[in-house]
């Protein structure tokens, strides 16, 4: 009965021992390594080098697999902007020649649709109607403000004849000339920068050997 009571005790104390042994020095954990030996570690870092590392290290080739992919990714994103930018150039190019379009299609509508009205003004101060009175400085006013916007006549005596300018009404054989001429200026035109608003209608003088 004492014999089994001392050996309870021994082998208590072996595995105490046991225990105190695989703990490490002052409680510190063991790890068995991949050789099988067993280490002490004070924490992860050194349990994780005792572990040994997990990723693999990439080959050469690998390597320079990535870095051919990273080039060919920040070409690409960078040919992307550039694209992007053009693009945005152009629109705002467009947008920008669209409004100057549209400015100079209104405001040509708007002068065509006084022409009559600059018409009369024209007539009145030939015929010396304006003079000395209150409608003279108010012709002034409108043709000055008009040539601000680029209007101007079109059709003068003695010009040559412009079928992109000029509307023939009537046609004068003459000996006097070499090249079709206008002879006379029956309906001023007017251009309002490149914009033919409304084409002169002339007389035109036309060459004739006899």
């Known amino acids: 009965m004492s014999k089994d009571k001392d050996n309870k005790n021994n082998n208590s104390g072996e595995e105490a021992e046991a225990n105190t042994s695989a703990s490490g020095p002052a409680g510190e954990p063991t790890v068995h390594s991949e050789d099988g030996d067993t280490a002490f570690v004070a924490g992860v870092d050194d349990l994780i080098e005792a572990e040994g590392p997990d ?9 320079k697999f990535i870095e051919e992919g990273e080039k060919d990714l920040v070409a690409e994103m960078r040919n992307d902007m550039l694209r992007a930018q053009a693009e945005l150039v152009n629109f705002r190019t467009r947008v920008e020649r669209d409004r100057v379009a549209n400015r100079e299609a209104v405001v040509a509508e708007v002068i065509r649709s006084l ?7 024209a007539r ?8 000395g009175g209150p409608l003279e400085i108010v012709a002034q006013k409108i043709h000055s403000g008009f040539e601000k916007y680029g209007l101007r006549p079109v059709g003068v005596k003695g010009e040559p004849f412009d079928p992109h300018f000029h509307e023939a009404l009537v046609q004068v054989p003459s000996t006097e000339v070499t090249v ?5 200026v029956i309906e001023t035109g007017y251009a309002l920068g490149d914009r033919l608003l409304r084409a002169a209608k002339v007389a035109v003088l036309v060459p004739s050997d006899s």
């Open 115 to 121: 022409l009559p009205a600059i018409d009369d003004l």
């Open 124 to 131: 009145a101060e030939q015929h010396g109607d304006l003079a």
């Open 180 to 184: 079709n001429t206008v002879a006379d």
């Open 55 to 63: 990723v693999e290290t990439l080959t050469d080739e690998e390597v």
